[in-house]
C-alpha cells in the first residue's frame, strides 16, 4: 500500500502521462511507416517502388536544408516567449519561420526541377514526375515542420505527433489504396497522394497552431526581438541537424566501405532492433523539451531540476525495460529478418549497452538541444561525428560489425557526456541531481 501511494503521483505526473502517450503515438507511427512501404512495395512494380524510394531519399535531404534550423529553434523561443506571455513575439517568430522555410524551399524547388528535367531529359518520365512532386512535398513538409516545432514549444506535443503520425499515413494508405481500384500504380501517383494528403494535413496544423496560441495568456507591451537574432541562433542548428543525420548513418556507410554491403546488409537489422530500447527515451524528451526551455526562461531552476531528474528516471526505467525484452529475445527478433542476419545478435548487446548509459544523460543532452546552446550544440555534433568516424576507421577492421556498434555506442555516451558537462558548467543542472532552490538567471 505505502509503494502504490507513493506510485500513484508519479503515474499521474503529466510527464508520465504525456510520455506514454507520445510512446504509443511513435511506435504506432513506426508501424504505420513500415506497412506503408510493405503494401506501396506490393501495390506497385519494383522499378516504381524503386523510383518513389529514391526520391523520398532526396526529399530528406532537402527537408533538413529548407528549415535553415528554425524547427529546432522555434520550441526554445516560443517556449520563452510563452513564459512572458509575448505573443506578439510567437506570432512575429511563426510568420518570419514561414517566409524563411517558403523562399528557400521554392528555391530548392525550382532549382531541383530545373536539374531533373536537364539531367533526365531521355529518361524515365515516371522518375521527372515522381521527383517534380517530391520536390513540391518537401515544402510542404518543411512547413509541417515549423507547425509542430510550434506546437512542442506550446507543450502540445501530443496533438500534433497524432495528426502527424498517424492521421497522415493512414489517410495516405486509404487514398493510394482507392487509387490502385482505378489506375495502375506508379511512384508518381503515389507521391502526389503524398503531397495532397500532407498539404491537407498542413491547413489542419495551421488552425490548431493558431488556436493555441490564441489561448495562451498575453502580458501587455511585449517587444518583438529583431529576426536577427532568430536567425542567429537558427543557422547553427543545420550544422547540428545534418551531422546528426550522418552520425546515424555512419556506421553503415563506413560497414559498405570497409568491409562490403553484405555486411552493411547483417548490421542494418540488428542496428534497428537494438534502436528499439530508445523509443521510450525519445518520446518523454518530446515532452520534457519544450517544458525544460519554459521552466529556463521563467527561471525555475528547483522545478526544473526536479523535472529532469524524473525524466532521467523515467528514461532509464523505460530503455531497462526494452532491454529486459529486446537482450534475451535478439535471436527471435533478427530470426524474423530469416537465418542469415543472426550474425547479428553481439550487434545489439553492445548497442544496447551504449543506449542505456545514454538514457541516464538523454534528458539534460535534449535541454542541451532546446537551451540557448547552438554554437556549442554545433561544436559537440562535429566532435561527435569526428570521433564516430575515427573509431570506424580503427575497429571495422579490426572487429568487423561488432567494431561499427562499439564506435556508434562510443559516439552517442561521448555526446551525452559531453552535452551533460556542458549544462553542468552554465547552468549547473545534472541529471540525477536533487532539487535545488538557487534561481536560474535566464540572461
Known amino acids: 500500500m505505502a509503494l502504490a501511494g507513493r506510485l500513484r503521483p508519479l503515474l499521474g505526473d503529466l510527464l508520465v ?29 519494383l522499378e516504381s517502388y524503386g523510383v518513389y524510394v529514391f526520391a523520398l531519399g532526396w526529399l530528406n535531404i532537402l527537408f533538413i536544408a529548407v528549415q535553415a534550423g528554425m524547427n529546432l529553434s522555434m520550441v526554445r523561443f516560443v517556449a520563452e516567449y510563452r513564459a512572458a506571455g509575448n505573443r506578439r513575439a510567437i506570432l512575429a517568430l511563426l510568420g518570419f519561420s514561414n517566409r524563411v522555410v517558403l523562399c528557400l524551399g521554392l528555391s530548392a524547388a525550382v532549382i531541383g ?4 528535367t536537364s539531367l533526365t531529359e531521355s529518361g524515365s518520365p515516371e522518375l521527372r514526375r515522381t521527383v517534380y512532386a517530391a520536390l513540391a512535398l518537401t515544402v510542404v513538409m518543411a512547413m509541417i515542420q515549423q507547425r509542430t516545432a510550434l506546437l512542442q514549444g506550446l507543450e502540445r506535443v501530443v496533438p500534433s505527433t497524432l495528426m502527424f503520425e498517424i492521421a497522415r499515413p493512414l489517410t495516405l494508405l486509404a487514398v493510394v489504396f482507392i487509387l490502385t481500384r482505378y489506375l495502375a500504380l506508379d511512384a508518381a501517383a503515389v507521391m502526389a497522394a503524398n503531397l495532397g494528403v500532407s498539404a491537407g494535413v498542413l491547413i489542419l496544423l495551421m488552425f490548431y497552431a493558431r488556436k493555441c496560441i490564441a489561448a495562451d495568456p498575453v502580458a501587455v507591451d511585449n517587444a518583438v526581438p529583431p529576426w536577427r537574432d532568430w536567425l542567429k541562433v537558427s543557422l547553427p542548428y543545420v550544422a547540428v541537424t545534418g551531422l546528426t543525420i550522418l552520425l546515424t548513418q555512419m556506421d553503415i556507410l563506413m560497414i559498405g566501405h570497409l568491409l562490403g554491403p553484405e555486411q552493411a546488409g547483417l548490421y542494418a537489422p540488428a542496428a534497428k ?8 527515451a525519445v518520446a518523454i524528451r518530446a515532452r520534457y523539451g519544450p517544458m525544460a526551455a519554459r521552466l529556463y526562461a521563467e527561471g525555475k531552476t528547483d522545478e ?3 523535472r529532469t531528474g524524473m525524466a532521467t528516471g523515467l528514461s532509464a526505467l523505460a530503455c531497462g525495460g526494452v532491454l529486459a525484452v529486446i537482450v534475451p529475445g535478439r535471436e527471435i527478433a533478427l530470426g524474423l529478418f530469416g537465418a542469415a542476419y543472426m550474425g547479428g545478435t553481439e550487434v545489439i548487446l553492445i548497442l544496447a ?18 537551451g540557448p546552446f547552438e554554437r556549442s550544440n554545433a561544436v559537440v555534433a562535429t566532435m561527435t561525428l569526428g570521433l564516430n568516424l575515427g573509431l570506424n576507421f580503427v575497429l571495422i577492421p579490426k572487429y568487423g560489425i ?17 552535452s551533460t558537462a556542458i549544462i553542468r558548467s552554465h547552468v549547473g543542472l545534472l541529471p540525477w541531481a536533487p532539487r535545488r532552490a538557487s534561481e536560474i538567471d535566464p540572461s
Open 273 to 280: 532492433v537494438a534502436l528499439l530500447a530508445i523509443f521510450p
Open 304 to 306: 526544473l531540476q526536479s
Open 402 to 418: 561488432e567494431g561499427a556498434a562499439m564506435a556508434t555506442a562510443a559516439a552517442i555516451v561521448f555526446r551525452a557526456i559531453v
Open 113 to 116: 526541377a530545373a536539374l531533373v
Open 17 to 45: 502521462i504525456d510520455g506514454a502517450k507520445i510512446f504509443a503515438v511513435n511506435v504506432a507511427g513506426a508501424g504505420l511507416a513500415f506497412i506503408s512501404h510493405v503494401l506501396f512495395a506490393r501495390w506497385m512494380t
Open 353 to 370: 549497452a551504449g543506449y542505456l548509459v545514454y538514457s541516464l544523460m538523454g534528458a539534460v543532452e535534449m535541454f542541451f538541444l532546446v
